[in-house]
C-alpha cells in the first residue's frame, strides 16, 4: 500500500540538504518539496540542493517553487519574468509563450520540475490585497488566452505548470494568508467570470492549486481547498478533471486557524485533493502525515482514495522528471526575452509625458519595502532615485512610510514633482489630496486609482521593468502597454 508521505508537499530549511532532514524525507516516504526563497544560495548552490533532494526523494520527485513573474519570483538569478499584467499591458500571446518557455529553461537548468504558475484569477477586484499585477487582466478571455501561451511555452519546455488558485482568488478584498476570504456568488456568476479560465485551460493544466475561499452559496462551511462541492463537485465530477490537485498552503491563517493541519489534510483528501502542502516544522509536517496515516487506517479516508491521488501524482512526475537540463546558449537570450517583454508592457495613463532631463525635479519616494512573504522585498528608494540619474537638478525627498506623506509640506518651488511608489499596499484616502506631476507606480497597478494625474506603470520591479522606465523617463522608449479597463 502506498505511504500518506507521498501525498504530502512540504518546505525544508536552509540552503543545502541536512542529513536530519535527509533522513526525515526518508523515513516518512516524502516525496515533494517546495523551495522558498530561504532555500535558495547561488546557482550552484541551488542546484546542488536539487541534485541533493532528488536523491533522497527517488524517481517520482516532485520539486516545487513559485516562479510566477513580477514580485513572485523565487529564483531572482535566473531571466526576470514580467509579471502577468505586464504582460496583459503588451498584449501578445506570441511573447507570452515565449515567456512560459524561458521561465521553464531556467527552473529546468536547476532540476526544478514543478512550477505554481500561472495565475488564472481574474483580478476584478482593485481593493484585491494579493492577487493585482499576478492576474494578467480583469477580463477572463484575455486571461485565458495569455495564461493558456504562457502555459504552452513552459510545457513544451518540460516544466509543470500549476494553475491557481481555484475556483478563483481575483475578487477578494482580503488576503487568505491572514485571514479567510468570502467571495459571495452563485455558480452562475462563478461560471460567467471567475471559472472561465480554469474550465477552458482545464484539458492542458496538468496541475491545479486550491483557494483558502469561501464560496457561501456553493459550500458555506468550508473553503474551496476543503470543499467536495467544489473540488469533487465542480472540478472532477463536471468537468472530469483528471489532473493533479494541491491545496494552497495549510499554514496559512484562512485554514490554519480554523480547522488545524491534522484536520484540514484529511478534509483536503477527502474533498478531492491528491497534495497537501504542509510546510512548517518537522512536527508540524508531521502532523498532517499521521492523520493522513491516520484517516486511511480508519476508513475515513479509502485505499482507492490514496492509489488514485498516488496515481495522479506518479503520471505527473513521469511527465516531468526532476533532472537538470542546462540552458546553455539560451540564457543570455532570455534574459534579452524578459527585458523586452517588460518593455513592452510599460504603460503611460493620464497623459504622462517624460520631463526634460534639464528640467529640475523633486523625486518623493519611500526609503525601503520589507518583503510581505508573498512577494520578494520592494524596490529600495535608492534603485527608485538611480532611475534619474540623467537628469541635471534632481532633489530627492525620501520618506519613512509614502502613506504618511502630507502632501502640503511638499514645497512649491517651482520643480516638477515626480511621486515614486516602491510599495505593494494601495495608498488609500490618505492620497486623495496628492496633486504630483508625473507618478510612478513600481510595482501595483492599482495605486493609479489613488493618485489623480499623469501616471506609469511598470507592473513590477524587475531590472527589466525599471530599465524599460528609464529609458523612457530619458526619452529613448515610448510606454505603449495598455491598463485593463478600469484602470485605463
Known amino acids: 500500500m502506498f505511504e500518506p508521505g507521498r501525498l504530502v508537499m512540504v518546505d525544508i530549511p536552509g540552503t543545502s540538504l541536512d542529513a536530519e532532514t535527509a533522513a526525515f524525507l526518508r523515513e516518512q516516504k516524502i516525496r515533494s518539496v517546495c523551495l522558498f526563497r530561504k532555500n535558495l544560495g547561488t546557482e550552484e548552490e541551488v542546484r546542488a540542493l536539487v541534485r541533493d533532494l532528488a536523491a533522497v526523494l527517488g524517481p517520482e520527485a516532485l520539486i516545487g517553487i513559485d516562479q510566477e513573474g513580477g514580485a513572485v519570483v523565487r529564483a531572482t538569478f535566473l531571466p526576470q519574468p514580467p509579471s502577468a499584467m505586464a504582460l496583459g499591458a503588451g498584449g501578445d500571446a506570441v511573447r507570452a509563450e515565449a515567456v512560459g518557455a524561458a521561465v521553464a529553461r531556467g527552473l529546468k537548468s536547476l532540476g526544478i520540475n514543478w512550477n505554481f504558475a500561472p495565475v488564472l484569477d481574474v483580478n476584478n477586484n482593485p481593493a484585491n490585497p494579493v492577487i493585482g499585477e499576478r492576474s494578467f487582466s480583469n477580463d477572463p478571455i484575455e486571461v485565458t488566452r495569455l495564461a493558456g501561451a504562457w502555459m504552452r511555452g513552459s510545457l513544451r519546455e518540460g516544466v509543470a505548470c500549476c494553475v491557481k488558485h481555484f475556483p478563483g482568488h481575483g475578487d477578494t478584498h482580503v488576503d487568505s494568508h491572514h485571514a479567510l476570504p468570502t467571495v459571495d456568488k452563485s455558480r452562475a ?11 477552458a485551460l482545464a484539458a492542458q493544466a496538468p496541475a491545479m492549486m486550491t483557494a483558502h475561499i469561501v464560496y457561501p452559496q456553493i459550500d458555506p462551511d468550508r473553503p474551496a481547498t476543503l470543499s467536495p462541492q467544489l473540488l469533487r463537485g465542480i472540478l472532477r465530477d463536471d468537468w472530469g478533471y483528471d489532473g493533479v490537485v494541491i491545496t494552497d498552503a495549510l499554514m496559512m491563517k484562512a485554514v490554519a486557524d480554523r480547522f488545524g493541519y491534522a484536520r484540514s489534510a484529511v478534509m483536503a483528501i477527502e474533498a478531492g485533493a491528491d497534495m497537501v502542502l504542509a510546510q512548517g516544522s518537522k512536527a508540524e509536517q508531521l502532523v498532517a502525515i499521521d492523520a493522513l496515516r491516520e484517516a486511511f487506517a480508519d476508513g475515513r ?15 505527473l512526475a513521469a511527465a516531468y522528471p526532476a533532472r537538470a537540463v542546462d540552458d546553455g546558449a539560451a540564457r543570455a537570450a ?21 520631463p526634460a532631463l534639464g528640467q529640475p525635479i523633486r523625486v518623493i519616494v ?10 520578494e522585498a520592494g524596490p529600495t528608494g535608492r534603485q527608485a532615485v538611480a532611475l534619474f540619474a540623467a537628469f541635471t537638478d534632481a532633489q530627492v525627498q525620501m520618506v519613512d512610510d509614502i502613506a504618511q506623506l502630507d ?19 494601495r495608498y488609500g484616502r490618505a492620497a486623495a489630496g496628492w496633486r504630483p506631476d508625473l507618478h510612478l507606480a513600481l510595482w501595483n497597478p492599482y495605486q493609479a ?6 501616471t506609469v506603470l511598470t507592473w513590477g520591479f524587475a531590472p527589466g521593468a525599471l530599465a524599460g522606465l528609464k529609458a523612457w523617463l530619458e526619452g529613448r522608449a515610448e ?3 495598455r491598463a485593463p479597463q478600469g484602470l485605463q
Open 301 to 315: 479516508l479509502t485505499r482507492a482514495q490514496g492509489e488514485a491521488a498516488d496515481a495522479r501524482l506518479d503520471r
Open 407 to 425: 502632501w502640503a509640506s511638499v514645497p512649491r518651488d517651482g520643480r516638477l514633482n515626480v511621486l515614486v511608489s516602491t510599495r505593494r499596499a
Open 189 to 199: 456568476e462563478l461560471d460567467a467570470l471567475e471559472l472561465v479560465p480554469f474550465k
Open 479 to 481: 510606454a505603449g502597454g
Open 366 to 375: 519611500q526609503g525601503d519595502v520589507p518583503t510581505d512573504m508573498v512577494s
Open 449 to 454: 486609482l489613488d493618485v489623480a494625474g499623469p
Open 334 to 354: 532570455d534574459h534579452a526575452l524578459m527585458a523586452e517583454a517588460w518593455a513592452a508592457g510599460l504603460t503611460a495613463l493620464r497623459g504622462a509625458r517624460p
